[in-house]
């Protein structure tokens, strides 16, 4: 059972649009949750996180949204930038501190010039 | 921020050897430590839970025998793959998480090729 779903694999964007990669969880215990960045043969790269008490974060071209009553999370990006083209991760924790992360499955985002 | 280093970054391997992977804390400590596997184009996948001072635990259908893992002290945790196959040819990924924090750092990866 999937408990942290990115339902689409792929995105493309022309640059300067806005992107936005989105994520459903299952699990009502997790309460942090995280985007990570990953290129091809890297590890991924923390990106944004958001707490469950709050329902949006920003940090500058970077927002994610949280709606818990639906179990969803979105990450928006803009103006888009054709360095952004990597693979999104959607990640969730739950509340001990020690849980692994669960990972969604990624979004490929390509970020068209 | 946090730095989690992992090496060797690229190694190629001959079957039936074995195969050892370093992730190491630089800046904090991380009492406890992940271990993924990426296969091309598929998600992370959660290996093994490691554990400073304790056995690392498996998740379902990961052979503990076949993949080692020691967590001999807060800032080391090394993967070894025992006896490889080709089809052990992956992207092994590590996490750091620093003790008590929801964030975790990871390594830069390791491309093993089994030849």
């Known amino acids: 059972d999937q408990q942290v779903k990115q339902n689409s694999p792929s995105l493309s964007v022309q640059e300067g649009r806005i992107s936005i990669l989105n994520c459903d969880y299952t699990?009502?215990?997790?309460?942090?949750f995280l985007w990570y960045k990953k290129y091809p043969a890297e590890g991924p790269t923390f990106l944004i996180s958001?707490?469950?008490?709050?329902d949006k974060n920003e940090d500058g071209r970077f927002t994610v949204f949280l709606n818990k009553s639906a179990k969803h999370l979105s990450l928006h990006i803009v103006p888009s930038q054709p360095g952004d083209s990597a693979v999104y991760f959607c990640a969730a924790s739950a509340n001990s501190g020690n849980t692994p992360l669960v990972f969604g499955k990624g979004t490929r985002l390509s970020v068209i010039a | 921020g946090a730095v989690v280093s992992q090496h060797p970054s690229r190694v190629i391997c001959k079957s039936g050897t074995s195969v050892k992977i370093e992730c190491r804390s630089l800046?904090?400590?991380?009492?406890?430590m992940f271990w993924y596997r990426q296969f091309p184009k598929q998600s992370l996948m959660l290996m093994a839970t490691s554990n400073e001072g304790s056995k690392a635990t498996y998740e379902q259908g990961v052979e503990k025998d076949k993949f080692l893992i020691n967590h001999a002290s807060l800032t080391l945790s090394t993967l070894t793959v025992t006896s490889a196959h080709p089809e052990d040819s992956s992207f092994y990924i590590c996490s750091a998480l620093p003790t008590g924090r929801h964030r975790a750092f990871f390594g830069q990866g390791t491309r093993l090729t089994v030849v």
């Open positions: 699990n009502s215990m997790f309460d942090y």
């Open positions: 800046d904090f400590q991380a009492t406890t």
């Open positions: 958001i707490s469950s008490i709050k």
